[in-house]
């Protein structure tokens, strides 16, 4: 909550549900298929914490020279695991190839982005026919040629993986800060270009993992680096045409390992906003943007389970809060006396405040209220006085988009639902007019009259009514097979959203349902609270107890559930199929947590001390040791039937390190009961978002897709024959 404003730095969540399905090798090519899985060896190896002994014969998977990766036992078993899961998916090649033309065949490979103004010129990205990645434009307002400001495709070449991170035109709109990976790492190199020649400067900031703020007139950089354990500890400011070395550090984290930094613009870009925080704590400074070595001004020094972010508007000071209500108030303040708030809008129970954007002659709020979301106009003078933006469908994910510009009278809006393509709007707030802009093309064609979306409720083992929203065929058979989704953690709430991807299914006679269980904050922030630290297994009993009301519901039956989960929802996958394996027909878990007891022990780990608010910390605490011992899947594997598996792991990744998912399956192998598929696919060049471009991640979900239909049993049958 407390960087989503400042830092360009993503979160786990957000990346598990970006990620392509699964990862592709591009290494270990094999002459001569295997015809057995490989067998991990099993190593003595235990640890004691808390006078409790595990034996983890599993443990020499783990590279002590991480992040380096050179052991060649680890990468001769990682290799023969994707020889494995090459050899089993050879058959359903014909099934993978049929999928990909028919998901490509639903995106506009010609596409664009709705052009935006800010400042003197209009901004937009468009693909080209073909292409795996953006080209970035922009023309003057006044009318002009467009100008070519940035070609991802050409920074991706001769690299196996490329990803933009920060992208930022500087105010007068001369130049361009940018940064890229390109292996997986998150380990940024971020350049400037000069708009008006096309030339790169001379200045290079490698190792960044944040946003680029201009400042100082448009002359100087803030950014923060990636340490040695992918936190960023600093804001750092950068003068154009200066050594690096020469950089100014404007703060440093200290005094809270866990604690990242990042940094950003007040509304009329006249401060400099630095914030530092975790999962549940913040702090915020400000420094004028135009004198950034200024003495810092502190808003209010931490206090553990605070959360706010601030933003300044003429002097005053506006600060989102959950001091003195789960769900968040909207309070004012000076800048003589920052730490001094006065409430604008209180807490509520019913209504979820997640965020609110400031302009010249009105300021937006957003929220949810009973899980859906709402943005309200609201009017300075009067704060009783309260514009609702409407929508119509019963579910949806609508929110306020690309809106660069302090003074302005329309507002850009992003809209979908699971039946509507994503849809950009602009809302003109004099009018209150909603106007259509752009709806996401489908070529191969897509009628909305065949498909129905629902949201019904279904009660948890505690009495406690779970949302799922639904979306299926009108034709689709009762009791067909379905796709459950969810994940679980953070406080991320899943959307009920368009996917296209999805459709290869649905329109294979599934029902495809997201789970909004505990452990996001669909429902506010208790629904959050609910489901980490000592109430973590609520959300596993959640997404097990959905599952059987679907059924109960006549949605579908046991063992025709397929299911799937990344990163923390792959936690989620693990904790389930430990817990009630007979009720899934497949499962996908994308590089998933599921060696979390380790990990929350291993504190010099990239993520872990920021972790141990969501998860606990078993180091300090035997209680905390023992809670997540429990439910931690890798310890949980014991000797069953397993439902079949498709897992995947990225050897880059620093969020959820490859060994995890190796382990887990090394585990698996050894004491399940059953002759199920168990596929392990690691991604040997890439990270926690898998291959890069967008070709590869549809590839990869025709893979995923494949794999579900192959052992649902229903890989045989077309599209227009299961529909019916």
Known sequence: MAFKRYTACLSAATLALAAPLYAQNTEGTHVTQPTSPPTAEKRDHSYSHHGITI???????????????????ILDHLKAENAWFEARMKPQQALVDELFEEMKGRIKEDDSTVPQKDGDWLYWSEFEEGAEYRKYYRKPVAGGDAQLILDENALADGHEYFRLGAFSVSKNGRYLAYSADTNGSERFTARIKDLQTGELLPDEIPGTLSGLVWVKGDTALVYGLADDNWRVHDATLHVLGTPVSDDVELYRETADEGFRVGTGLSAQEDWLVIATGDNETSEVRLVPADDPTAEPILVKARQKGVEYDVDVRDGTLWVHTNDDHVNFRLATATLDAPGEWTTLIPGSDEFYLTDFDLFKNFYVTEGRLRGLDQIQLRD????????????????????????????????RLAYESMVTPDSVFDYHVDSGELELLKQQEIPSGYDVDLYTTERVEIPARDGTMVPVSIVMRKDRPKTGPLHLYAYGAYGYAVPPGFSTMRLSLIDRGYAYAIAHIRGGDDLGRKWYLQGKLNERTNTFNDFVDVAKGLVDKGYTEKGKISISGGSAGGELMGAVVNTDPDLWGAVVAHVPFVDVLNTMLDKDLPLTPGEWPEWGNPILSKQAFAYILSYSPYDQVVAQDYPPMLVTAGLNDPRVTYWEPAKWVAKLREVKTDDNELLLKTNMGAGHGGKSGRFESIREAAEEVAFIL?????????AAEQAK
């Open 380 to 411: 300075y003078a009067d704060p009783n006085l309260v514009k609702p933006i409407a929508f119509t469908e019963a579910s949806f994910d609508a929110g306020l988009s690309n809106n660069p510009e302090y003074d302005q009278n329309t507002l």
């Open 55 to 73: 034996a983890d014969p599993y443990y020499w998977l783990k590279d002590q020279s991480y992040p380096t990766v050179d052991d060649t036992d």
């Open 710 to 718: 192959w052992q649902q049993g229903s890989a045989d049958r077309s």
